[in-house]
Every structure is written in structure tokens, then in C-alpha cells.
């Protein structure tokens, strides 16, 4: 038993090492996604480093959500591997150590991955949802521009429809403005102007924009009549209030929900529409997620022995190959549930039931000590993608 101790530890130490570093460049590497839009807030918007750092804190929740069970699966497999390259696991068998007495300190680091991945999906997600709203909302608040959007229909001001074609905020120019406003009862007004300029009234959330060179069509739907108007100079008033209520004391979307929420408003569904169907898979993905750094873990275990006589760049290139098709599993899982097409149940848990059946079947060859050329598969789905892809040949026409 003492020396079943001290080799737990010791691969149990092995893992930390390789989860640390894959954490650290997945995440970072998931925040480069973000970096245009971080960048633009600070250039154009001025944005004080303390709100970039809370906009990233925010947003982490999302990224640990997948980030963790694949740095599980990557610690496990470079260990392995390096183990296997090293004769480790041969000197560890000629001892009369199976291949079973190492899978609990690997059971026992995937728990750890369950439980953090666990907390991220049922509480941080939520928690950073709705703190990212709020503040995107106070920081809207100050900078108008960020609630508006290029070449984008904001329907976010109360009964108004804006459209703008490029906003220089250095300025406080937008270029190419169309608006219709149905403010006035029975009266629909489009209004379309080249150029105007943007004024802010922060403390009221109120914004003010003067249009210049423009023409308003108004159209009075219970007389029956129309007109068009020319105008030099065209102001007119924006609230944002709605937006502000919106974000703070109105639905939730199925990310921001708790457990018992999500469970409240599956009970409460009336039909079983598209709404539905994503809650439902929202609140299976708060636990199958979880439960793939176990399944992960358990594949990546197999992966690292039969890969023993390849580098460590090969084992990486493995381990992210496998994590793919996990991924990709998942959102065609999550795109059929939506539609309906098969039970969100079946669409969430499918991926691990695939990987984990993969794993067992790797593990019980790898116990057997019989050799699997896994590099078969990825051949063979290189050849499927070469025809896929490949330029059709025309033949000459006969003359």
C-alpha cells in the first residue's frame, strides 16, 4: 500500500505541471479572440484599464467552462506520454504494476477538473452573464457608441429603429444614418440623413443627434397620407432607459439562469418551441460538460501509452485532434437539439458517451498491451477531406 501511495503522488505531481501551463495558453489564447474588440474599447472609447480588467474577469466563466476539461485532458495525455517515452510504464509493470492501479490518481485529478468546471458552468457562467450586461449597460451609458453598431439595426431605444453605416467616435461623427421612428401615434417617420453628429446627456441616459443634409419621409397611417420633408440641421433625442431596464430587471437568457431557473422554466414551458429546446440543453450542459474531463481524461490515458514512440508535439497534436471532435460532437448536438430534430438529452451527452466507449475500447488494447495505429483514423479522415476538396478536371471539349 506504501508504495501504491508514493506512485500516486508522484503521477498525481506529474499532472500539475502540464494542466498549469495548458490553462494558462488556452485561456490566453481563447482571450486573443476578444483582443480586437478589447482593443477598440480602449482606443476609441477610452476605457479605464480597471473596466478592461473586470470585462475580462467576466468573460473568463465562459472560456474555463471548455478550457478546463481540455488542460485535464492535455496534463493526462503529456504525462503519459512522457511516462511511455521514458520506459516509466514499462519499469512500473516489471514491478507487477498494472495498468489499472494507475487510473486512480488520473480518476482523482479528472475529479478536480468536475468539480472547477462544475462551479464554472452552474455558478460562475451565470455570475459573469449578468455582471458583463451590467456593465456593458453603465459603460453604454457614458459612451453611446458602444451601444450603437455598424452597419447594424438598434432596436435598443424605445420605439425607434437605427441604422448607421460607420461611427467615428473620435469625432462623435456618424456617417450614412437611416432611422424610423414610431414614436408619434399612427406617424412613421424615416428619416435619412449622410452625416450627423453624436451628443451624450450621461446622467439622464439620454443622447442627442444632429443631422445634417437629410430628408424625412412621414407617413400618417389614419389619414391615409404622406410627405416628404428636406431639412439642413435635424435633431433628435435617444433614451436609453428601455435598454437599461432591459438588462437589469428583465429576462433572462439561458446562460444567465441558475439551476433552479432553468429547471422553473422548463417546468412552466407552454409549448415546446425553440426556446424550449435551448433551455433544455442549457441546464444538460451544465452537467455533461463537467463530466468530460472524466471522459477525457479516461481517453487521454490509452492515448499517451500506445503513443509512446512518438514526440511530445505528436501527442499534443493528438489530444487536440480528439478534443475537436468532442467539440464538434457537442454543437452539432447542440444545433439538432435546438431544431428539435432529436432530444437536447441526447444531443449533450452523445460526445461523452462517443469519447468514453473510445477510451474504454483504447484502454482495454493498451491493458492487453495490443497495439492500435490510431494514426489510421486521422489518415483516413486526411484521404476523406483530400476528395472532398479536390479540383474537378474538365476534359476538353471535341472540336
Given at each position: 500500500?506504501?508504495?501504491?501511495?508514493?506512485?500516486?503522488?508522484?503521477i498525481?505531481?506529474?499532472?500539475?505541471?502540464?494542466?498549469g501551463i495548458?490553462?494558462v495558453f488556452?485561456?490566453?489564447i481563447?482571450?486573443m479572440?476578444?483582443?480586437?474588440?478589447?482593443?477598440?474599447?480602449?482606443?476609441?472609447?477610452?476605457?479605464?484599464?480597471?473596466?478592461?480588467?473586470?470585462l475580462i474577469?467576466y468573460?473568463?466563466?465562459?472560456?474555463?467552462?471548455f478550457?478546463?476539461?481540455?488542460s485535464?485532458m492535455?496534463?493526462?495525455?503529456?504525462?503519459?506520454?512522457?511516462?511511455s517515452?521514458?520506459?516509466?510504464?514499462?519499469?512500473?509493470?516489471?514491478g507487477?504494476?498494472?495498468?489499472?492501479?494507475l487510473l486512480?490518481?488520473?480518476?482523482?485529478?479528472?475529479?478536480?477538473?468536475?468539480?472547477?468546471?462544475?462551479f464554472?458552468?452552474?455558478?460562475?457562467l451565470?455570475?459573469g452573464?449578468?455582471?458583463?450586461?451590467?456593465?456593458?449597460?453603465?459603460?453604454a451609458?457614458?459612451n453611446?457608441?458602444?451601444?450603437?453598431k455598424e452597419?447594424?439595426?438598434?432596436?435598443?431605444?424605445k420605439?425607434?429603429m437605427?441604422?448607421v453605416?460607420?461611427?467615428?467616435?473620435?469625432?462623435?461623427?456618424l456617417?450614412n444614418?437611416?432611422i424610423?421612428?414610431?414614436?408619434?401615434?399612427?406617424?412613421?417617420?424615416?428619416?435619412v440623413?449622410?452625416?450627423?453628429?453624436?451628443?451624450?446627456?450621461?446622467e439622464?441616459y439620454?443622447?442627442?443627434?444632429?443631422l445634417?443634409d437629410?430628408?424625412?419621409?412621414?407617413?400618417n397611417?389614419a389619414?391615409?397620407a404622406?410627405?416628404?420633408v428636406k431639412f439642413?440641421?435635424y435633431?433628435?433625442?435617444?433614451?436609453?432607459k428601455r435598454?437599461?431596464?432591459?438588462a437589469?430587471?428583465g429576462?433572462?437568457?439561458e446562460?444567465?439562469?441558475?439551476l433552479?431557473?432553468?429547471?422553473q422554466?422548463i417546468r412552466?414551458?407552454?409549448?415546446?418551441?425553440?426556446?424550449?429546446y435551448l433551455?433544455?440543453m442549457?441546464?444538460h450542459?451544465?452537467?455533461?460538460?463537467?463530466?468530460s474531463?472524466f471522459?477525457l481524461?479516461?481517453?487521454a490515458?490509452p492515448?499517451?501509452?500506445?503513443?509512446?514512440?512518438s514526440?511530445?508535439?505528436?501527442?499534443i497534436?493528438?489530444?487536440l485532434a480528439?478534443?475537436?471532435i468532442y467539440?464538434?460532437?457537442?454543437?452539432?448536438?447542440?444545433?439538432?437539439g435546438?431544431?428539435?430534430?432529436?432530444?437536447?438529452?441526447?444531443?449533450m451527452w452523445?460526445?461523452?458517451i462517443?469519447?468514453?466507449?473510445?477510451?474504454l475500447y483504447?484502454l482495454?488494447?493498451?491493458?492487453?498491451?495490443?497495439?492500435?495505429?490510431?494514426d489510421?483514423?486521422f489518415?483516413w479522415?486526411?484521404?476523406a477531406?483530400?476528395?472532398?476538396?479536390?479540383?474537378?478536371?474538365?476534359?476538353?471539349?471535341?472540336?
Amino acid at each position: 500500500m506504501k508504495i501504491n501511495s508514493i506512485i500516486y503522488r508522484y503521477i498525481f505531481r506529474e499532472f500539475l505541471p502540464p494542466f498549469g501551463i495548458n490553462l494558462v495558453f488556452l485561456t490566453f489564447i481563447f482571450l486573443m479572440t476578444r483582443i480586437l474588440d478589447i482593443t477598440n474599447l480602449v482606443v476609441n472609447y477610452r476605457l479605464s484599464l480597471w473596466k478592461i480588467v473586470l470585462l475580462i474577469v467576466y468573460t473568463m466563466p465562459y472560456f474555463l467552462e471548455f478550457v478546463i476539461p481540455m488542460s485535464i485532458m492535455m496534463a493526462v495525455l503529456l504525462t503519459f506520454l512522457r511516462l511511455s517515452g521514458d520506459n516509466e510504464i514499462v519499469a512500473l509493470k516489471s514491478g507487477g504494476v498494472s495498468i489499472y492501479r494507475l487510473l486512480p490518481p488520473v480518476f482523482f485529478f479528472c475529479l478536480l477538473g468536475w468539480l472547477l468546471t462544475s462551479f464554472m458552468a452552474i455558478y460562475g457562467l451565470p455570475w459573469g452573464r449578468l455582471s458583463l450586461k451590467e456593465l456593458s449597460y453603465n459603460v453604454a451609458s457614458a459612451n453611446v457608441g458602444i451601444a450603437l453598431k455598424e452597419r447594424t439595426f438598434n432596436d435598443g431605444f424605445k420605439d425607434i429603429m437605427l441604422y448607421v453605416g460607420r461611427i467615428d467616435m473620435k469625432n462623435n461623427r456618424l456617417i450614412n444614418v437611416f432611422i424610423e421612428d414610431q414614436r408619434t401615434e399612427n406617424v412613421v417617420s424615416t428619416v435619412v440623413a449622410p452625416s450627423g453628429k453624436l451628443l451624450s446627456d450621461a446622467e439622464n441616459y439620454k443622447f442627442h443627434m444632429r443631422l445634417f443634409d437629410g430628408a424625412i419621409n412621414q407617413v400618417n397611417l389614419a389619414e391615409k397620407a404622406a410627405r416628404t420633408v428636406k431639412f439642413d440641421t435635424y435633431d433628435i433625442s435617444l433614451d436609453l432607459k428601455r435598454a437599461l431596464v432591459r438588462a437589469r430587471g428583465g429576462p433572462k437568457d439561458e446562460e444567465e439562469m441558475s439551476l433552479s431557473e432553468l429547471r422553473q422554466a422548463i417546468r412552466q414551458a407552454v409549448k415546446k418551441d425553440a426556446q424550449f429546446y435551448l433551455t433544455l440543453m442549457e441546464f444538460h450542459k451544465k452537467f455533461s460538460i463537467p463530466f468530460s474531463c472524466f471522459v477525457l481524461g479516461l481517453l487521454a490515458v490509452p492515448l499517451g501509452i500506445q503513443s509512446k514512440a512518438s514526440t511530445r508535439s505528436y501527442g499534443i497534436g493528438l489530444g487536440l485532434a480528439f478534443f475537436l471532435i468532442y467539440y464538434i460532437m457537442l454543437s452539432a448536438g447542440w444545433v439538432f437539439g435546438e431544431a428539435g430534430i432529436y432530444p437536447p438529452l441526447i444531443g449533450m451527452w452523445v460526445p461523452n458517451i462517443v469519447m468514453g466507449a473510445i477510451g474504454l475500447y483504447l484502454l482495454k488494447k493498451t491493458i492487453k498491451e495490443r497495439s492500435v495505429r490510431i494514426d489510421l483514423l486521422f489518415i483516413w479522415l486526411q484521404r476523406a477531406f483530400y476528395h472532398m476538396v479536390k479540383p474537378k478536371r474538365f476534359k476538353n471539349p471535341k472540336v
